[in-house]
């Protein structure tokens, strides 16, 4: 690729500065030209959880159906929280799976992170297989209405199939889970 007709960032301002997230405008140019201005979402970060546990060699999964006031719309998802101020992710974790389905892991996987819609927006999404699940409650956030739900492995599947399950996150989280990791805890657990 020709370093020299690189799109590149040239000027950003904040125009709104929000507790999680912030507003600013890019000045995007190419061979010193201004080609174009993009609104981006600047976001402090977030993590989800795959919270399972296995009986009789059986997958479970633990799930969360709440109100989203963005979308209007009840979503059944992940446990799955933003991350408080240089806060650590795995103590984002544990404290969200606390809130959201009065749980606690003894066993926590770290996966790797992906960007939710990095053409407008630098969220990362931290993402966590958690096992060996323990009751522990924590007091949930104010605005969030929660009915927790546990489901089989097959269950997780139709609903992905037959559009219940719509949220991108619970999704690919578990797609990974899935294809990289379920196999393994199958065989440590048989």
């Known amino acids: 690729m020709d370093k020299n007709n690189l799109i590149e960032r040239s000027s950003s301002q904040i125009i709104h500065n929000g507790d999680y997230i912030n507003l600013r405008k890019d000045s995007l140019t190419k061979n010193g030209n201004v080609i174009a201005e993009r609104d981006v979402v600047e976001h402090v970060g977030s993590i989800v959880a795959v919270p399972y546990e296995i009986i009789n060699s059986e997958i479970y999964f633990y799930l969360v159906k709440q109100w989203r006031n963005p979308v209007e719309e009840w979503l059944i998802e992940f446990p799955a929280g933003t991350l408080n101020e240089n806060e650590d992710h795995e103590l984002a974790l544990i404290r969200e799976l606390q809130e959201e ?90």
Not at 120 to 133: S, T, V
Not at 150 to 176: G, H, P, Q, R, W
């Open 101 to 190: 389905i009065g749980m606690i892991p003894k066993s926590i996987n770290y996966w790797s992170y992906f960007y939710v819609a990095p053409g407008w927006c630098d969220e990362k999404i931290h993402c966590y297989f958690a096992g060996n699940l323990e009751k522990s409650e924590l007091e949930g956030d104010i605005d969030e209405q929660i009915e927790v739900l546990k489901i089989t492995y097959d269950e997780m599947v139709d609903k992905i199939k037959n559009s219940e399950i719509i949220d991108l996150k619970t999704i690919s989280a578990f797609n990974v889970f899935d294809n990289h990791f379920k196999n393994d805890l199958l065989e440590f657990n048989n």
